[in-house]
């Protein structure tokens, strides 16, 4: 868990350069890899990855056009640099519409390949920024790049957004996303929990009450409608609304006014509504338990936040981000996790879903005793077989189930790369195919 420096492969005939250049990044404390063709320079990356390849565009056998095009679909996370004589400036010209990062060329100066590589690094930090962190929701997994497409196309409007998700899996920090997004961002971002009051408080926590309302009310009260004007109100576990405030809460919606608990005075409000639940609604709709109308208002657009157990690759990332977070915190200098710790964590199913996986992290880099964790130091019943371990993982499913999710996570973990994801498996290409048919995986990204 542990973060390297960048590493960057430098591919070229002339042994001079790739002596002079390697030292130079080198000192500069880049990880440096040579190969002398283009075959030489797939192999390496088929062992290792890279962030950034140094090619030339002419060397024998393998152009540095064919290069590209491989790195460019076998690997994509590899950004390249094309080296140029001047007659070829024309191929290096197609080479960047072809896809890479730019070229410079020969003869060049040290300042140019710095320059170059600092401003590449610094894009892909910006693009993982995005890809796999959103405001503070973290994960690369398909499911969760939907749900920062989604937020940043609501952002821009003025409409009821309602958040899906089972408890822990931050449908309130989706919410504070919308807003921070938004044109409303410098106004308030008032929350109001839905279950944790009764109806007359959730009334008055909503709407207000005016002096002498109700017994112990000396003194008028704004509501959280009037404290979020021009904001966001997010209304948290709406699933558990009483019926009676449903129906004050759809005129709101609809006529954007209301009056205070005990007062005449009709108060007009602008407000960006964002409610969550862990409840399926269409079904409390069906059980009359929800208002229809009120379903349809709040559900303008749905966001559905997956379940941890659903996207166990974006485990890892998780992980690191505790690991930073608690260290800080704590000033701990916990950073890396054991191979057993990690096959545990990535076998339980998470029940309490992502804001578990953080309490569980927590735990083990206050109890570890140095820089690692180890099983010992996460909750018993993750680590025991008895309570959600990886024996009482596999007993719980078939073996076909089991094979099925195995497969399912080498092959996110390898972005879909079958020589790498049949490496891993110890098996070969043909099987992993023919399991991939048999089990009906399919690529999410295609």
């Known amino acids: 868990m542990k973060m390297d420096q960048p590493k960057i492969l430098i591919v070229d005939d002339e042994v001079n350069l790739l002596e002079s250049l390697g030292d130079l990044l080198s000192k500069k404390g880049y990880d440096v890899a040579t190969a002398n063709d283009g075959l030489e320079a797939l192999g390496r990356l088929d062992s290792e990855p890279f962030q950034v390849m140094i090619a030339d565009l002419r060397m024998p056998g393998m152009t540095g056009l064919e290069l590209l095009e491989k790195v460019n679909s076998q690997f994509p996370d590899t950004s390249v640099l094309i080296l140029t004589a001047y007659g070829t400036i024309k191929s290096a010209v197609t080479a960047v519409r072809m896809g890479a990062y730019d070229y410079i060329c020969k003869p060049f ?34 499911s969760m790049r939907e749900v920062y497409k989604l937020i940043s196309q609501v952002s821009k409007t003025n409409c009821t957004v309602l958040i899906l998700g089972e408890s822990g899996t931050g449908k309130e920090l989706a919410a504070y996303a919308i807003h921070h997004n938004s044109d409303r961002r ?64 759809l005129r709101v919606l609809q006529e954007r006014e209301f009056e205070r608990v005990g007062g005449n005075q009709t108060i007009k409000v602008d407000v960006r509504i964002v409610a969550t639940t862990n409840r399926d609604l269409a079904t409390a709709v069906s059980e009359q338990q929800f208002r229809e109308d009120l379903y349809y208002r709040l559900s303008v657009v749905p966001i559905h936040l997956p379940p941890l157990r659903e996207r166990k690759g974006d485990i890892p990332l998780l992980i690191g981000h505790f690991l930073k977070k608690f260290g800080e915190k704590d000033r701990m200098k916990v950073s890396n996790l054991s191979k057993d710790a990690l096959s545990l964590l990535m076998a339980y199913d998470w029940p309490g879903n992502v804001r578990e996986l953080e309490n569980a992290i927590e735990r083990a880099v206050v109890l570890s005793k140095g820089d690692t964790i180890v099983p010992d130091y996460l909750p018993r019943h993750i680590r025991d077989t008895s309570g959600g371990g990886i024996s009482l993982w596999l007993r719980s499913r078939s073996l076909r189930e089991a094979e099925r999710q195995l497969l399912s996570w080498v092959l996110e973990r390898t972005d879909w790369n079958i020589k790498k994801a049949a490496n891993i498996l110890k098996i070969s290409r043909g099987t992993l195919y023919s399991k991939i048919k048999k089990l009906d995986l399919r690529d999410p990204r295609r």
């Open 109 to 142: 100066m040290p300042e140019e390949i710095l320059t170059a590589i600092t401003n590449i690094l610094e894009q892909k930090r910006l693009f993982h920024e995005y890809e796999y962190e959103f405001e503070k929701l973290i994960g690369k997994h398909p």
């Open 186 to 249: 410098s106004k308030p971002f008032i929350k109001v929990s839905c279950a944790a009051l009764p109806e007359g408080v959730l009334e008055s926590e909503l709407f207000g009450h005016e002096r002498g309302a109700f017994t112990n009310a000396y003194y008028r009260r704004k509501g959280r409608f009037e404290l979020a004007h021009g904001g966001t109100l997010l209304l948290d576990e709406i699933g558990d609304m009483p019926m009676a405030t449903q129906v004050k809460l």
